[in-house]
Structures are given as C-alpha cells and as structure tokens.
C-alpha cells in the first residue's frame, strides 16, 4: 500500500489560500495572504462532528513522527519551479536559487546609493542567519523578482512560495518588532522598506489602483515610524544611511520649466481653495500639546515635498528618491489620501508622473505610474465634476507629460429649445 505524503499546506485555511493552493497563515480572517492580495477572507468551519477533543494532546514518538514527515517525490531535474510545485512549498534548492538571486540581481533595485550595495549584498543577508523574519523576507522578495521574468506557467510556482515565505516572516516580524533594539532594529527597518516592495509585486484581486496605493502608503508611514524611532541605532549601523542623508539637498533650479509651471499652478489652485477657510479660529479651545495643521498649510508643505523629489531626481545622486514622497508628506496627508480627498488625489497625479519616469529601474512599479494617474483622473471627473472643470490644466498636465491620451472634463448645458445637452467645459 502506497505510503500518505505529509500535508504541508493548512487544513484549516480560508477559502482563498486553498484556490490559490498556498499556505494559510489561519489567523484571519483576514489571514497574511488575503490582507496582501486585498482580497476578502472567509473561513469554512469544519462541522462539530467532525472535530475532535481539542483540549486533549496526542504525543508521538519520534520514529512516528519521523515516518510522517517523510516525503515520496520524484524531483523533477533542473526545474526549480516544478521542484517547489512538487514539494508544496520552498525548498533548499530553492533556497539557493533565491539567494542567489538576492545577491546578484535584486539587491541592485534598493540601492540609494552606491554604498549601499556593499550593505545590502553581503552585510545583509549575513544578519539574515540571525534574523528568521528577514532571511524569509529576501527569500520572499527575490521569489517575487523571478516569478517577474519567467514564463507564465512558472510564475505561479514562484509567487506561491513567495506568499509562504512572507507569512514565516510576518509573523516573526511582528513579535520582534514588540522588542526592537539597537541590535534588531536595522533588520526590522529593512524588513518594512521591502514589505513595500512586497505589497506592489504580488497581483491584487482588487482592480483599483488606488486601493492598492494605499495599503502601500500605509507601510511607508510604517517604515517612517519605525525609522524615527530607531533613528540614533541607524545613524551609527553598518547601512550608510548618514552617507544618504548628507547627499540631500538638490537646488530647485535644476526642475525643468515644464514641472515649474505645474507647481506654480497647483499653489494657485491651493489658494484659491483653501487659503481663505486656512485663517485660525481664536475661539476655538487649543489642545496642548496638539499642532493644528490647515489644510492649505498641509498641501503647501507637500507640494515642496514634491519639489523636493522632483529636484533630487533631476540631480540623479540619490536613485529612486522619489519613492520616498508619501513618508515626506506624512500621516495627515496619507489620511487624506485614503479618504480620496480631492486636492490630495490632484498632488498625488504630479508625483505619478515621476513614478513612470523610474519605473524602468524598479521591476515591482511597471505601469504603477500611469495607471495611478489615470485612475485619478477618472475618479475625479466623476465625482467631483465642479473640481474637475476648475483644475481642468492641472489634470491635463500629468497625463500629459507621461504621453496619454486627455479626455476633457464635460457640463450640462441648457439650451433653448428647452433641453440638456453635453458641451466642453472650459476654464476662465
């Protein structure tokens, strides 16, 4: 009688982990792989009859153990994605393939700076040994890396053990993170830099572009925090982030007179709007310890954020500097922007335009610009119709500069014989 494989997949897993033939974390709902996918999570409950006693405990001598782990599979040669098919997760081939392919490729796309690669290739992975929640973590994103460059067929092999790795070090993560020190907390930064990474690469069921920004920013706000709290460690850690900091500074000069003009029309609009409900209400009761922050004030400090990113990119010392503009615009503007707040969403678009300009050096942001950008633009001409006729230039100019088609916001116009009718709104 031929001999049960061992399981390695969750018995008690949610609907979706089993259609995806991934493993479940089973701490949802939702569980780690439906909160990354954006996806709903539900449960089936096995019927009482079938459950056993719960508060009992069976013990196993290890020889019984031993055989139940034990694995009958043929390994297919030199395919290492029928490999981790076959095993019904990561294996040590794959391992190595993934380190390998950390260490020679996919380190390259978070380096700010040239330093940075001594650090990430070989002092990194290194600490990794120590630190289970990052080993899991490069595994996870180089999994990703190469489910980006291979045939369909084999995508899904990749993207399966990517998930599983990124489960095992979540949750190592999130226990770490309750303790974080001088000694963890570079790991523990670096594992919330690339779970950003993570989040942009694994396909989402939810369409909406937007959605999936969001969750992106909601990491970087977490990455920001646990950064500024650690920040004296990291100042004086192997990863050169002092090096990074003392090479910011680009001169606003170097933004070309195309993106000048835009954010000279973004202040205009933020004026014009929100610079008269800014005057403070000396009636109202301060909060000490509580800094009010209007929201003119709040979009003119973002919009120099983005001047910022804009000039930095222009310069080219600091790669992909701009990634980093919703940690700059902070909390409030993230909340904002969840809340698909207007003014927010029209800044965000300007910042989509540098996103498609560096998405040819980052694999995990392919097309990540333009349809954010798009999206926005649809979004706010359907809901907000008034706001997209008054910042009718400032929607123009993104989609624009990235060589898309402009669709003209459009009024209701009453004519005399008595009827409605469609007609080009413009701007005066």
Not at 114 to 129: K, M, T
Request: proline share 5%.
């Amino acid at each position: 009688m031929q001999k049960r494989r061992s399981h390695k997949k969750s018995r008690n897993g949610c609907q979706n982990c089993k259609k995806w033939h991934t493993k479940c974390d089973e701490q949802g709902p939702p569980c780690n792989n439906c909160a990354l996918r954006k996806a709903k999570c539900v449960y089936s409950r096995p019927n009482d009859g079938n459950v056993g006693d719960r508060g009992s405990l069976s013990i196993r001598t290890k020889r019984v153990e031993a055989a139940a782990c034990r694995i009958h599979v043929d390994r297919p040669p030199g395919d290492i994605g029928a490999l981790c098919g076959a095993y019904g997760g990561p294996s040590r081939l794959l391992d190595l393939e993934l380190m390998h392919q950390w260490s020679t490729k996919t380190f390259e796309c978070f380096k700010g700076i040239p330093e940075d690669g001594e650090y990430l290739q070989n002092i990194l992975p290194r600490s990794a040994l120590k630190y289970d929640f990052m080993l899991n973590c490069i595994m996870a994103i180089s999994s990703l890396h190469i489910a980006k460059s291979v045939e369909e067929s084999q995508s899904a092999k990749y993207l399966n053990a990517a998930l599983e790795f990124y489960n095992r070090g979540s949750s190592s993560f999130r226990t770490n993170l309750g303790s974080i020190n001088e000694e963890n907390c570079l790991p523990l930064y670096m594992f919330s830099a690339i779970a950003v990474t993570v989040h942009l690469s694994i396909p989402q069921s939810s369409p909406s572009i937007l959605s999936h920004a969001t969750v992106a920013f909601d990491l970087l706000i977490g990455c920001t925090s646990i950064g500024m709290m650690a920040m004296p460690w990291l100042l004086e850690s192997p990863f050169p982030l002092r090096i990074f900091l003392s090479r910011m500074g680009a001169s606003k000069d170097l933004i070309d007179a195309d993106a000048k003009a835009a954010f000279a029309r973004l202040r205009l609009l933020n004026d014009r709007r929100y610079k008269a409900t800014s005057q403070v209400n000396y009636d109202q009761e301060e909060t000490p310890g509580v800094v009010i922050i209007r929201e003119h004030e709040l979009y003119e400090m973002t919009i120099q954020f983005l001047e910022l990113c804009y000039a930095e990119e222009a310069r080219g010392v600091l790669s992909g500097f701009c990634t980093t503009f919703p940690s700059m615009a902070g909390k409030p503007f993230v909340s904002l922007f969840s809340q698909r707040d207007p003014f927010t969403l029209l800044i965000v678009m300007h910042w989509a335009v540098l996103l498609n300009e560096v998405n040819e050096k980052y694999w995990y942001m392919t097309s990540f610009g333009w349809k954010l950008a798009v999206e926005i633009a649809d979004l706010l001409k359907t809901s907000h119709p008034e706001l997209a006729l008054e910042w009718e230039d400032a929607i123009s100019w993104p989609l624009k500069r990235m060589g898309l088609p402009v669709s003209q916001p459009r009024q209701l116009s009453y004519s005399e014989g008595g009827s409605w009718e469609l007609v080009r709104g413009t701007l005066t």
